[in-house]
């Protein structure tokens, strides 16, 4: 939120690049969409002003600088000695206030998202299947399609869809929590830059209202395939909360440590590919998507799907932390002091704080 009033500051209001009611609607337009909203919006203002080309120029702008400075945080991660020192100590911190940061996120999120009970019931109920281990892919789709047949009075057509997710998932189900990672960082096979792309991908197109909702297939298809430990997820969220740029640049790092700098950049590529592709591609069409009314209730569904999986995500990672730390009680108290934090105060400068918090309690108390 504070990049998207960066740029209506500067572009807006200073510089008058579009009307204030356009920019509204256009804002509400990036908020139905999937990807991150600052840097849709950075695209399209670019082709605005100077075309197609002034949108690619506009969203390289607004990503690079975050990228290299996540490429060198990820390369000195690389190179500190982890285990048994005063840096795992660190990170041990920081991994139990990251675990706030999102449950304080998820509430945000889910108070833009959830808004009658029957986005409630869909969000529960998702989180339901991925608890019962059912294959993120049918519980969006089904989220979506039973939200939106149900909210047009198409109850029929909505208990078909539910009994053909109930079949796809029984015919896919292969047991255990369908977002669980791992924590031994034991890699079932070397990842190629082409499932590295893929995975950010997954990731830039179902990030609904936030960052955060990119988490639970970032960590999927990363951590779940032992490219690396729950842990060193953890340390790249809190490392992209500490840096002036959108908190999706969590993928840079992530990429890196599954397969190194060619990683990196494949992640990151696949991540802000929807941001680039939906401007460039859909320009004049993309305020449309406001008047379609079907399509608008069925990116609902998924976004309250979204939500579900994300609370499931979290409980998963905290489960890790637990089992992590060498005392359960200090990385408690971390974890209530940043909730704590990030509720009372509406700084952005908070999730920094509650991070640099959490690194310096966990120096002293987690070694």
Request: charged share 10%.
């Amino acid at each position: 939120m504070a990049q998207i009033a960066m740029i209506r500051r500067e572009l807006v209001d200073e510089e008058r690049w579009i009307p204030s009611d356009r920019f509204n609607k256009l804002l509400a337009v990036m908020q139905v969409l999937p990807g991150p909203e600052a840097h849709e919006l950075c695209v399209h203002l670019g082709i605005r002003a100077k075309g197609r080309l002034g949108g690619v120029l506009a969203g390289l702008g607004f990503m690079l600088p975050g990228l290299v400075l996540m490429l060198a945080l990820a390369w000195a991660y690389t190179r500190l000695p982890i285990q048994g020192t005063v840096f795992g100590a660190i990170f041990l911190g920081v991994q139990a206030a990251v675990i706030a940061v999102i449950v304080r996120a998820i509430h945000r999120i889910g108070e833009h998202i959830l808004l009658g009970p029957w986005l409630w019931a869909t969000a529960i109920a998702a989180a339901v299947a991925s608890l019962a281990g059912v294959s993120f892919w049918i519980v969006l789709l089904a989220a979506g399609a039973v939200y939106a047949l149900g909210s047009t009075g198409r109850y029929a057509l909505a208990a078909v869809v539910v009994a053909l997710a109930i079949g796809a998932a029984t015919l896919t189900w292969t047991g255990g929590t369908a977002l669980a990672g791992t924590t031994t960082g034991v890699r079932e096979s070397a990842p190629t830059m082409a499932a590295l792309f893929w995975a950010g991908l997954k990731g830039g197109l179902l990030t609904f209202g936030g960052a955060y909702t990119a988490i639970p297939f970032i960590r999927h298809d990363t951590v779940g395939q032992g490219w690396m430990t729950d842990g060193q997820f953890l340390d790249g969220l809190g490392l992209s909360g500490i840096l002036p740029a959108p908190l999706v640049i969590f993928a840079t790092f992530v990429g890196w440590i599954s397969g190194g700098l060619a990683g990196a950049l494949a992640m990151t590529a696949g991540m802000f590919l929807p941001a680039f592709a939906f401007s460039l591609l859909f320009y004049d069409r993309l305020e449309a998507v406001v008047e379609h009314k079907r399509l608008q209730l069925f990116l609902a569904g998924v976004a309250a799907g979204v939500v579900g999986l994300i609370v499931v995500t979290v409980i998963d990672l905290a489960q890790t932390t637990a089992t992590r730390t060498p005392n359960p009680i200090a990385s408690l108290l971390i974890f209530g002091v940043a909730l704590a934090v990030m509720y009372r105060w509406k700084s952005k400068l908070a999730t920094p704080v509650v991070l640099a918090i959490g690194a310096a309690v966990g120096a002293f108390t987690l070694t």
